[in-house]
T-cell receptor, first 115, second 112 residues
Framework: EAGVAQSPRYKIIEKRQSVAFWCNPI?????LYWYQQILGQGPKLLIQFQNNGVVDDSQLPKDRFSAERLKGVDSTLKIQPAKLEDSAVYLC?????????????FGAGTRLSVL | AQKITQTQPGMFVQEKEAVTLDCTYDTSDPSYGLFWYKQPSSGEMIFLIY??????QNATEGRYSLNFQKARKSANLVISASQLGDSAMYFCAGNSGYALNFGKGTSLLVTP
């Protein structure tokens, strides 16, 4: 079974530019998450989707970050305009069920460097 | 939301020895899950083991076991018979529903 796919793996941009990341979850997984992992820290949730709908985006900086999940499958995360502090690894994860035992499976991540 | 604390920034262990990585959590929810993930230098987060708050027994998955002490709010990961490929960052995480809250991680280095 294919895992969570993310692209690109690496991206280097200048501040104030825009960037987009793509995620394809494991087939059949209804719940999709985007996490931001700053160097030396654990991942932090940005947004969570259940099928097409947003469950939690309380930690998403909405003035510059946006995300969508079309048709309840693929998802894109966009940053516009990027700031230096957005340099991080952006991880996408998916899970089959919600609740306490929602084991989340992660993609390899996109490493973003903002210069 | 759960708060997860990992107090060991780095650990060393010799190949074939066992090692314990510490994790404490803080939540007021009666029902929650605790997870351990491994993150090698490639960056992917790999699920290792899960423990539910109502599980009566400690979870085990191959060489990984979870020492769950509910009263002390600890969920330590034990890796037995360490291998060189176990060198990585290890993250403890907890939830009370959907998203995971992660600790800062422990860097494990397995030496020959």
């Amino acid at each position: 079974e294919a895992g969570v796919a993310q692209s690109p793996r690496y991206k280097i941009i200048e501040k104030r530019q825009s960037v987009a990341f793509w995620c394809n979850p494991i087939s059949g997984h209804a719940t999709l998450y985007w996490y931001q992992q700053i160097l030396g820290q654990g991942p932090k949730l940005l947004i969570q989707f259940q099928n097409n709908g947003v469950v939690d985006d309380s930690q998403l900086p909405k003035d510059r970050f946006s995300a969508e999940r079309l048709k309840g499958v693929d998802s894109t995360l966009k940053i516009q305009p990027a700031k230096l502090e957005d340099s991080a690894v952006y991880l996408c994860a998916s899970s089959l069920v919600a609740g306490e035992k929602n084991i989340q499976y992660f993609g390899a991540g996109t490493r973003l460097s903002v210069l | 939301a759960q708060k997860i604390t990992q107090t060991q920034p780095g650990m060393f262990v010799q190949e074939k020895e066992a090692v314990t990585l510490d994790c404490t959590y803080d939540t007021s929810d009666p029902s929650y899950g605790l997870f351990w993930y491994k993150q090698p230098s490639s960056g992917e987060m790999i699920f290792l083991i899960y423990q539910g708050s109502y599980d009566q027994q400690n979870a085990t998955e191959g060489r990984y076991s979870l020492n769950f002490q509910k009263a002390r709010k600890s969920a330590n990961l034990v890796i037995s018979a360490s291998q060189l490929g176990d060198s990585a960052m290890y993250f403890c995480a907890g939830n009370s529903g959907y998203a995971l809250n992660f600790g800062k991680g422990t860097s494990l280095l397995v030496t020959p």
